[in-house]
């Protein structure tokens, strides 16, 4: 009786502690599983941030290859490390011609965090094809974009959809006369990196706006210095586009204007869809030029809206900017559109201007109601 | 009998606006923004040249109708609007282009042309 009692007592007291501790016996089991979980699948040389960025430059030193093995849809377009060659695991064997052929050259793979098995495995094939400096980065992109003064590299296709969209300023961070104006990515204003203190007015007001800065692709330093500047300013959402122009080229042809001022149809007129979207997500992304007479504009333009009124135009016409697409409104689409055919007579060698063919009824206070033409 | 009179009347009203609608938006098949632009252009040109007192056009669509507008442009009888030389030596599709503005917004089109 006395041995139970003793028993007993023993049994609570342990209970006692085991809730103290935080402990029941299914956790103790699982933290003993999770302890010899078989960690065998991960490649034997594992290294950290610290090490990428060490061995990180721009352009990409020749005897370091950084390697995304993520797919490449889903992911890499997306976002990935800034220099980093897209080989997914699954096309790994048909993408070897990929890999330097120096096999001394420090491969470092990468994918989706720590669960991800896709670089340990490619790691290992690369180690298999002969390669004798081979790492693998195992907290992967999703780390990396959260560490202090980091930032993404986007591809031309997630480029392309953000400037449909109209949900980011482009920047093209090459010199205005020797690359800007020979083509340029559409949308996108031009502020050298040479000059960024001087014109990073023109980066929108909301710090929160994505901002994708490109120039002349991977061996160009500009967009990376420039993203970097812009961080520090408060930026929140900056990437660049590291293949920058000659992959849109390649991808989508020359210099394209337009592409998110796009035409309405009309001869000059912008889509009226795209410009009431630009007005919602990045209307500093164009410059609106209110054509009505100053009473008219004193009582409600856009918030953008810079007033020069039709019969002033002619003597203004050079103080138009060439760095943003132009749009005239007015209210009926009459002055804006005499606005368009006198800067096209007057101004050929603006390429991006429009205007607006619609009713316009402005509210005051920035607000508007745009009634879309019968006739067109 | 009013009830057949009140159809027929109606009716008649229906047929008068859908034409007029019809005609208005058929129109000459010129650029009328690009026809206004060219108009004031002339007349600036003919102010820079003396033959007139103001760069600012006199005339405006909406003194005629589009009949008459049409009569006009489809005569080619220029000479009210003055600057002859000016007018002749505009090209076919500038022409067309003004008669568009014209007659797209004379007083009987469904938007007459304000003094803006």
Redesign the interface.
Known sequence: MKNNLTNIMLLVFLSGLLLLTGCTPGQTAKTAESQTEDRSWMFHDIVDAEFVKAHMDIPMPANVMLIDSRPYKTKFIQGHIPGAVSIPFSEFDQKTNLLPQDKSALLIFYCEGETCKLSHNSARKAEALGYKNVKVYSKGYPEWVTLKGNYPSVSAEQVALMISENKALIVDSRPKQAKYDKGHVPTAVNIPDTQFDELKGKLPRDLKTPVVFYCGGLDCPLSHKSAKKAIEMGYTDVSVFSLGYPEWEKLYGGSAPAVAAKSGGV??AIDLDRFVSILANNPESIVIVDVR?PDEFAKGSFKTAVNIPVGNLEKKINELPTDKPVVFV?T????S??A???TK?LKNSLKEVY?V?AGITFKGDGQYEIKKPK?S | MFKKITILFAAALFILVSNTILVA?EGPGG????G???Y??VYKACSEAGQVESATPKISPANKTMAEWKAIFEAKKFNEFGCEQHWAALSDEDVLDIYTYFYGHASDSP?PATC?
């Open positions: 001869e000059g007479d007015c009926t689409g009459a002055r559109g005499e368009f055919y006198m007579d205007y063919e006739k | 938006s650029n009328d923004r690009k206004k632009y060219t004031r252009k938007s803006n």
